[in-house]
Nanobody, 116 residues
């Protein structure tokens, strides 16, 4: 499975961005996709996940501001980020999980910078 993330950039606090992640390869084995982020000097953390059945899960820090979605016809995962805060600044990574075989795939990351 190959993942190509895009959509990062520089935005002012309170602004919005939409990240995209295009998946290719053996995507039929993927049960869950998600977004993770890693800020400078911090560990990578979960932002949001969505299962193949559409069940979503969000980190408390982004609930009510971020929305994860997927377009199965386009094999693309999205993360709509609204009301951005400086603490949202991080490299955002797309993840795809084959939970049956315990395999995780990662995209290359896209940088989101929120200025105050």
């Amino acid at each position: 499975v190959q993942l190509q993330a895009s959509g990062g950039g520089l935005v002012q606090a309170g602004g919005s961005l939409r990240l995209s992640c295009a998946a290719s390869g053996n995507i039929f084995a993927i049960n869950e996709m998600g977004w993770y982020r890693q800020a400078p000097g911090k560990q990578r953390e979960l932002v949001a996940t969505i299962t193949s059945g559409g069940t979503v899960n969000y980190a408390d820090s982004v609930k009510g501001r971020f929305t994860i979605s997927r377009d199965n016809a386009k094999n693309t995962l999205y993360l709509q980020m609204n009301s951005l805060k400086p603490e949202d600044t991080a490299v955002y990574y797309c993840n795809a999980a084959d939970l049956v075989n315990w395999k995780h795939y990662w995209g290359q990351g896209t940088l989101v910078t929120v200025s105050s």
